[in-house]
């Protein structure tokens, strides 16, 4: 891999015991910026203020504390905080395996690839026995102060760690409000269907891009070479409450009007 490793640990499960790498499966390309004082282009800072004060509060002067919901604060120290983190460890325990794709797209938050560390014999025949038994397992383990879970998968011959989010961080799709209003008429039915067939194609990740990113870069660049920028604001249609004239405008616009 010609990625740089982020975190060593260990990977554990039974009595197998596989040295990995951890390796970032995403990255950061936002656009990010300087902030300047308009007047003179300086570079400015952001500070904590004092509101009573009226005085900078340097970091170690400052503490953390918990909004209740009676209108209080509950202040903690850092010495309180750090005393109820996780202990430091590299040892990515494998608690259970489970039927492939049983854990749902909801909870994953980030993933990681692992790579070997050293003892390849061991990596390959966890690539192995994944592929064999075709399950996933579910890990856990402590990286940088912070607990995570995740799923342990194969992904093109890759083993990863998808760490997933904690049960109180997704929401139940029941606890929506159930869709109400009229069934569609069997000609809003029929577009509906042949608008779905006529768009349906492969996913091709290559396609879709942040054009954005891709905006501010070419407007950055124009304005580094000195030329004149001009700004044109996207222009967003309108939605139309008609759902048949809808169907039949988005049919029309593939070809088949």
Same mark, same amino acid.
């Given at each position: 891999?010609?990625?740089?490793?982020?975190?060593?640990?260990?990977?554990?499960?039974?009595?197998?015991?596989?040295?990995?790498?951890?390796?970032?499966?995403?990255?950061?390309?936002?656009?990010?910026?300087?902030?300047?004082?308009?007047?003179?282009?300086?570079?400015?800072?952001?500070?904590?203020?004092?509101?009573?004060? =009226?005085?900078?509060?340097?970091?170690?002067?400052?503490?953390?504390?918990?909004?209740?919901?009676?209108?209080?604060?509950?202040?903690?120290?850092?010495?309180?905080?750090?005393?109820?983190?996780?202990?430091?460890?590299?040892?990515?325990?494998?608690?259970?395996?489970?039927?492939?794709?049983?854990?749902?797209?909801?909870?994953?938050?980030?993933?990681?690839?692992?790579?070997?560390?050293?003892?390849?014999?061991?990596?390959?025949?966890?690539?192995?026995?994944? =592929?064999?038994?075709?399950? =996933?397992?579910?890990?856990?383990?402590?990286?940088?102060?912070?607990?995570?879970?995740?799923?342990?998968?194969?992904?093109?011959?890759?083993?990863?760690?998808?760490?997933?989010?904690?049960?109180?961080?997704?929401?139940?799709?029941?606890?929506?409000?159930?869709?109400?209003?009229?069934?569609?008429?069997?000609?809003?039915?029929?577009?509906?269907?042949?608008?779905?067939?006529?768009?349906?194609?492969?996913?091709?990740?290559?396609?879709?891009?942040?054009?954005?990113?891709?905006?501010?870069?070419?407007?950055?660049?124009?304005?580094?070479?000195?030329?004149?920028?001009?700004?044109?604001?996207?222009?967003?249609?309108?939605?139309?409450?008609?759902?048949?004239?809808?169907?039949?405008?988005?049919?029309?616009?593939?070809?088949?009007?």
């Amino acid at each position: 891999m010609g990625a740089r490793a982020m975190w060593r640990g260990v990977l554990r499960f039974g009595e197998a015991r596989v040295p990995v790498r951890l390796y970032a499966a995403v990255a950061d390309r936002s656009v990010h910026f300087r902030l300047l004082h308009r007047k003179d282009r300086a570079p400015v800072r952001q500070v904590m203020v004092d509101p009573v004060a =009226e005085r900078v509060v340097p970091y170690a002067e400052s503490r953390r504390a918990y909004p209740t919901e009676q209108g209080g604060l509950v202040v903690l120290d850092r010495d309180e905080l750090a005393e109820l983190e996780p202990e430091s460890s590299r040892e990515i325990a494998v608690e259970h395996f489970l039927p492939a794709r049983s854990i749902d797209h909801r909870w994953y938050s980030r993933p990681y690839y692992l790579g070997p560390d050293g003892d390849e014999d061991a990596y390959f025949a966890l690539i192995e026995a994944l =592929e064999e038994s075709q399950r =996933e397992g579910l890990a856990r383990w402590v990286m940088r102060r912070k607990t995570y879970h995740g799923a342990l998968r194969l992904h093109g011959g890759y083993p990863m760690l998808i760490a997933l989010r904690h049960a109180d961080e997704v929401v139940p799709a029941d606890s929506l409000q159930a869709p109400s209003g009229d069934a569609l008429e069997d000609k809003e039915l029929h577009m509906a269907q042949q608008l779905i067939d006529t768009l349906e194609a492969p996913f091709e990740p290559g396609e879709y891009h942040d054009d954005y990113r891709q905006r501010v870069l070419e407007m950055i660049d124009d304005k580094r070479r000195g030329k004149h920028v001009k700004v044109t604001p996207l222009r967003r249609p309108e939605p139309s409450r008609d759902l048949t004239r809808a169907l039949e405008a988005s049919l029309k616009e593939v070809g088949h009007g």
